[in-house]
């Protein structure tokens, strides 16, 4: 019986997009989970637990997203007593939509490139 691939020896393909503003990282892999989970859970903190960082590291991550943009990309609320919040814009849910598609096209475009590249990998 053959020995299972760990995951280390795994072939494997990951793309990654980054939308640059200058040197800047307008967008990209980390910061589109981060407007998702914003989006799905209407605050920067619990958006933060889920991916295991700091709410200032999300909130850091939510102002450069903001500046970078003509709009808003978050749209977020002081706590208290109403608690505050979070969500997505219509800009942001507009971007967001546009960069998992772009993920989507890319990985059915590259399918076939990539099949072969990982066909030469060692076993």
């Known amino acids: 019986m053959a020995a299972k691939p760990n995951r280390s020896t795994r072939k494997r393909f990951k793309a990654l997009f980054r939308v640059y503003l200058g040197d800047e990282i307008a967008l990209g892999p980390g910061k ?7 989006g799905e859970t209407g605050s920067i903190s619990e958006a933060a ?18 500046r ?4 808003p990309l978050v749209h977020s609320s002081r ?12 800009c942001g849910q507009q971007v967001l939509k546009r960069y998992r ?13 990539l099949r072969d590249i990982l066909s030469h990998l060692k076993d």
């Open 32 to 38: 589109a989970e981060l407007l998702a989970h914003i």
């Open 49 to 66: 637990r889920r991916m295991e960082m700091s709410y200032n590291r999300a909130w850091l991550l939510v102002r450069t997203m903001n």
């Open 79 to 90: 706590g208290g007593d109403q608690h505050g919040g979070a969500q997505l814009t219509k």
């Open 101 to 113: 598609q772009l993920e989507t096209k890319f990985a059915g475009a590259a399918r076939e490139p």
């Open 68 to 71: 970078c943009f003509k709009k």
